[in-house]
């Protein structure tokens, strides 16, 4: 028999093989939905992002630091979402940081992540008074938010319009009737009531496969422009009923989560001419993508199940995050300690210091891919502009460069509201002159 003591090292030695990946893997929860109605937005945008996790993996990783992950289906459904966070948050070291991609799981995980000190990303949803870092030290609603979305769509509608711009004119609301779809309605109320135009609000039931009734509304109301708020199913149900009761597609501008290949190649000759908000660009001729095409899908190693969806919007938005949450291990890595596994409070102070110039981006074979990114305490978005984009019938073609709202307008509200939250729950914002 052998001794005792030499037992106990073996013991010892093969623990520390078992608990070697946790420590040298950057662990990311991917919080997914890849069946049900919004699978086109769920499987395209997390393909995108494992997609770049695996290339840069197959590049050594970062600074030597190898990320690993796991996924969760929530069907886009906000309690499971909550329990699939519940159940990897711990895993594997502990997770670095969250992405829901749902704004109503993003709400369910609001106290949850400030709890357990996980940074949360809501790139482009969730609720956009979290831009305010002072009182949402946990969440980041990296690139833009609803609201400047919604700012930035009233602005493209009042360049349209000319001199004449929107006053006294009516602009219909068809939104997801969920927390997605009612985020945005108190900036458009607000800028409504500065510019002198009427919002008419027409909730669509989700999924939304069935539109008659709200589309006979727009057409009884005749509205000067229908501005689309919808997710899966209904943005070509959407497009095609519009159609049939004769509202021109070139006067509906949608949401850039109603801007996919996804939502018009269904709706056919009915989506041509129609216009969508956009925080990135689609495409494979960036060389990231390139990169990826050679790299993972010419060998069977990409993620996207249909390999012709390389380069769409949705498979390129989830490189995007992909790059940012890269960047952001990066970051901390070069204040905490380069080849180290970061923990969630270094990625999100990482986060928290994100500065991706036009000069970065390039370096990252991402030149166009979207816009520069700086945060800070105060600013967890980071950017706030939008560009938007028309199909063509074979192809979304670019109608303006990346442009805000204004922002002024919204920053104040987002202030207001952040204030009044932290009243709500009792938090004491941070000094932001004293973070570093």
């Known amino acids: 028999m052998r001794p005792i003591k030499t037992l106990l090292l073996c013991a010892a030695a093969v ?83 969250i992405e829901p991609l749902s704004t109503g799981i993003a709400y369910g995980l609001l106290d949850r992540v400030a709890h357990d000190h996980i940074p949360m990303t809501t790139m482009g949803y969730g609720s956009a008074n979290s831009a305010n870092g002072s009182v949402f030290h946990w969440v980041f609603p990296l690139g833009t938010t609803y609201w400047d979305q919604m700012a930035a769509m009233i602005a493209y509608l009042e360049q349209k319009d000319g001199a004449a711009k929107l006053k006294g004119k009516k602009i219909a609301y068809l939104y997801h009737d969920s927390a997605y779809g009612k985020e945005a309605i108190p900036v458009l109320d607000a800028l409504a009531a500065r510019d002198g135009f009427e919002a008419l609000k027409i909730p669509i039931t989700p999924p939304g496969t069935t539109q008659e009734s ?27 009923t519009a159609a049939k009761t004769g509202y021109p597609r070139n006067k ?92 969630p409070d270094q990625v999100r102070w990482g986060l928290e210091h994100l500065d991706l110039t036009e000069a970065r981006i390039k370096e990252l074979g991402a030149a166009g891919l979207f816009p520069p990114v700086k945060t800070s305490c105060l600013d967890h978005e980071g950017s706030g502009m939008v560009k938007f984009q028309e199909w063509d019938g074979t192809k979304f073609v670019p109608l303006t460069g990346y442009m805000a709202g204004d922002r002024a307008l919204v920053r104040k509200m987002v202030d207001e509201s952040a204030a009044k939250y932290a009243a709500q729950k009792k938090i004491t914002p941070i000094d932001c002159s004293k973070e570093q």
């Open 252 to 343: 509906i501008i949608g949401v850039w989560w109603a801007g996919s290949e996804e939502d018009v190649i269904p709706a056919g000759a009915a989506a041509k001419g129609y216009i969508s908000a956009a925080f990135s660009a689609p495409g494979t001729n960036f060389p990231v993508m390139q990169d990826i095409k050679n790299k993972l899908y010419a060998v069977g190693k990409g993620n996207l199940e249909d390999p012709s969806r390389q380069g769409s919007i949705y498979h390129t938005r989830g490189v995007t995050y992909g790059i940012l949450i890269v960047e952001a291990i990066r970051n901390a890595q070069a204040k905490f300690g380069k080849g180290k596994v970061m923990t």
């Open 214 to 240: 709200q589309w006979l509304q727009v057409r009884q109301q005749k509205p000067d422009y229908v501005i689309l708020w919808g997710f899966g199913v209904m943005n070509p149900v959407a497009l095609k």
């Open 15 to 97: 623990c520390a093989l078992q608990i070697a990946p946790a420590q040298s893997q950057q662990f990311i929860p991917i919080l997914s939905y890849r069946v049900g109605p919004y699978a086109a937005g769920g499987s395209g945008y997390f393909g995108g992002a494992i997609d770049y996790f695996n290339l840069v993996n197959l590049n050594g990783g970062i600074n030597g630091v190898k990320l690993t992950w796991e996924e969760c289906e929530t069907e886009y459904n906000a309690a499971r979402g909550v329990e699939c966070y519940e159940r990897l948050k711990d895993k594997n070291g502990g997770a670095s940081t």
